[in-house]
């Protein structure tokens, strides 16, 4: 196996001092050569020792680059800035509070190049801070070791796919995909700008495969993760799927995936009120109030459809924003 392959790796934080080192001495023993490796980090506004804590491993992990956001501009602005900065032939990220096995980037970029394909997504490993046993996650599609167009790995649409399997850190990607414009994220999304990028991916000639590698740990449940937050952050998924929609309604050949988008919209708004107790009530109300309004820009027939199919749970928790639209579009 050639050994001439190098990668970036991507890590966007924010007060992450409890935890970047870990992740930073998981990538010690990630290449054969540490000149082949080099680490991107994006300090994000980080009021806590965070870039004290990555200067300490900057001679241990080949290059290293330190960008300094003097207060928080999101994670997608974080993203964006990570992949102008990233010059070698593979781009990974890894989150500031996860960490890799040993020779996972190297067999990823081999498996990659074997393949042929644009880049790779991989299974993980769940860690709860809350004590629960750690437990694998797959990512759902059962091809495995083949390349697949990564249009063709949305389908069926009706089925969980690697459309809902966003993770930027589950797999490797090779640079021609940031050199054309193929892998790109929203400058501003303070959450959810995984999930639009992959459907921006998804929706190209890209080339995917799904394979087995050493495993990265996701650590879940962690206090200060924009998942655990409940501030008006969390709204960015509104922003992020009327990004998804239009890329999706710009040609006619993708609108086959418009069913989709509703039920990911559906559902993953559905969660955001089911936890909303820990939001103000301002924003619980602009919650809903988003809702809505986003829900008024779908078209009438899979809207309903896709209503009808998310279950009685869901229609409970999101009746008083969709009902009423579903009614004004019968009427119209």
């Known amino acids: 196996m050639p050994f001439d392959r190098s990668v ?7 007060n992450g001092a409890d935890f970047i080192g870990t992740a930073l001495q998981s990538l010690e023993r990630q290449v054969s050569d540490p000149a082949r490796m080099q680490v991107v980090i994006i300090d994000d506004g980080s009021t806590d020792r965070t870039g004290d804590i990555a200067r300490e491993f900057g001679d241990r992990l080949g290059e290293m680059v330190i960008l300094r956001n003097e207060s928080p501009q999101s994670v997608g602005t974080a993203r964006v800035q990570g992949l102008k900065a990233a010059d070698r032939e593979y781009i990974a990220f890894l ?7 040993p020779g996972r980037l190297d067999h990823l970029m081999a498996r990659c190049d074997e393949l042929g394909v644009d880049f790779v997504r991989t299974d993980h490993v769940r860690a709860f801070e809350t004590g629960q046993p750690r437990e694998i996650h797959r990512a759902p599609e059962g091809r495995r070791d083949v390349p697949i167009a990564a249009r063709d790995a949305i389908l069926p649409t009706n089925h969980a796919s690697l459309v809902d399997y ?14 054309d414009g193929r892998l790109a994220y929203d400058e501003g999304l303070h959450s ?4 639009v ?10 080339t995917v495969a799904v394979v087995d590698a050493p495993w990265i740990v996701y650590r879940r449940d962690v206090g200060t993760s924009l998942t655990q937050v409940f501030d008006r952050r969390q709204l960015a998924f509104i922003d992020g ?12 050949e993708d609108r086959v995936f418009e069913a ?8 993953i708004a559905a969660h955001h009120v089911a936890r909303d107790r820990g939001m103000s009530h301002a924003d619980r109300r602009l919650l809903r109030a988003s809702i809505r309004e986003f829900a008024t820009t779908l078209d009438r027939e899979p809207l309903a459809k896709e209503w009808e199919a998310i279950g009685m749970a869901r229609r409970s928790q999101l009746g008083p924003a969709i009902l009423p639209v579903l009614k004004e579009k019968a009427s119209a």
């Open 192 to 195: 959810f700008e995984d999930r």
């Open 260 to 267: 989709k988008v509703i039920r990911q919209f559906l559902a």
């Open 166 to 179: 966003p993770f930027p850190w589950a797999g490797i990607f090779h640079r021609r995909l940031v050199d």
């Open 95 to 101: 989150d500031a509070d996860d960490w890799m096995a």
């Open 8 to 14: 970036s790796v991507i890590i966007p934080v924010h």
């Open 241 to 252: 799927f009327a990004l998804v929609r239009d890329l999706v309604m710009a040609r006619d």
């Open 197 to 206: 990028a992959i459907w921006r991916l998804a929706l190209s000639d890209a």
